[in-house]
């Protein structure tokens, strides 16, 4: 098993900038693939980000350039810098991790004023 804790959503303008984390419960170099999904209001989830064990990374079209994904493997955590945020990346961020089967986080929730 897998428990998924994150934190550092909020509230910024546009054009600003928020760092999520999410802490894992076991190593995250033993989970197949770590990475964050958001969800807005009335839409499906969707993938923002995600690395692989092996260290491959992948974003969605609509935040290249802008987010970067990241891992600390001393702190088994992984982060999210979201850089020159829009109005439309606001959504509820969740972390989430393959291990077997998919674990996710309780979600946190990330509002870009225009």
């Known amino acids: 098993q897998v428990q998924l804790v994150e934190s550092g959503g909020g509230l910024v303008q546009a054009g600003g900038s928020l760092r999520l984390s999410c802490v894992a419960s076991?190593?995250?170099?033993?989970?197949?693939?770590m990475g964050w999904y958001r969800q807005a209001p009335g839409k499906q989830r969707e993938l923002v980000a995600h690395?692989?064990?092996?260290?491959?990374?992948n974003y969605a079209d609509s935040v290249k350039g802008r987010f970067t994904i990241s891992r600390d493997s001393a702190k088994n955590t992984v982060y999210l810098q979201m850089n020159s945020l829009k109005p439309e990346d606001t959504a509820v961020y969740y972390c989430y991790a393959l291990f077997g089967l998919d674990y996710w986080g309780q979600g946190t929730q990330v509002t870009v004023s225009s």
């Open positions: 076991r190593s995250i170099f033993s989970i197949n693939v």
């Open positions: 690395i692989t064990s092996g260290g491959w990374i």
